[in-house]
Every structure is written in structure tokens, then in C-alpha cells.
Nanobody, 128 residues
């Protein structure tokens, strides 16, 4: 059974940092695109960041550019999201996802429908 399990969420003051982790089990995702999405209260789920199979290509939503960094560790079958300079508007449930149909050519997808596997989410709350 394929599972993606997020961890690292919590409550932090504005300007602080958190590092989210997403560990995959049940299969490897060495050739998959991996992404992070989030859903704020009362809002639709939105793309945050994605990384291609070898980490060489990344994509970010504009609001997190320069503050968030996505990375992956093949040996640990894990993807990370380092979040710095957090703002109250970053408050959301954060989900990791895997795109198994990713061809490996070009940047990873920013569209949630492209991702087949999803974690349960981890809550991030940023206080002002």
C-alpha cells in the first residue's frame, strides 16, 4: 500500500521557520515529480512547490518565492519543504503529492490533478 506521510507542521510566530517532511512507503518515487500543496481555511487547495525527479528543476508559487525551498532525498524516499520567513497567510494544511506520470522532461506540474498520490496533510499555523 502506497503511503505518503507528512510531518513537521505546527504553530510558529510570524518570521519563524518550519521544515516539513513527507516520507513515502509502499513504493519508490525516484522518477516521480513531487509537490507540496496547501489549503487555507475557506479556500481552495493551491500549489506551493514541486521538484522533478533529480531535484534539478523546481517550481514555486509566487507568494513563497525566496522563502520556501523544496528538496528531495532519494535514499530516504522523502521530500522536504523548508519554510522561512513565515507569514500568517501561510497558515494552511500542507499536503505532499506524487506525480507518477511525470515524464521527467521539463519542469514538474503545478496542477493538482496531475498528482496521483496524496498524504493526509499537516497543519501549519503562523501567528502574528
Amino acid at each position: 500500500q502506497v503511503q505518503l506521510v507528512e510531518s513537521g507542521g505546527g504553530l510558529v510566530q510570524a518570521g519563524g521557520s518550519l521544515r516539513l517532511s513527507c516520507a513515502a512507503s509502499g513504493r519508490t518515487f525516484h522518477h516521480s515529480g513531487l509537490g507540496w500543496f496547501r489549503r487555507a481555511p475557506g479556500a481552495e487547495r493551491e500549489f506551493v512547490a514541486a521538484v522533478n525527479w533529480n531535484g534539478a528543476q523546481t517550481r514555486y508559487t509566487e507568494s513563497v518565492l525566496g522563502r520556501f525551498t523544496i528538496s528531495r532525498d532519494h535514499a530516504k524516499n522523502t521530500v522536504y519543504l523548508q519554510m522561512n520567513s513565515l507569514k500568517p497567510e501561510d497558515t494552511a494544511v500542507y499536503y505532499c503529492a506524487a506525480d507518477n506520470d511525470y515524464s521527467g522532461i521539463g519542469p514538474p506540474s503545478t496542477v493538482s490533478d496531475a498528482y496521483e498520490y496524496w498524504g493526509q496533510g499537516t497543519q501549519v499555523t503562523v501567528s502574528s
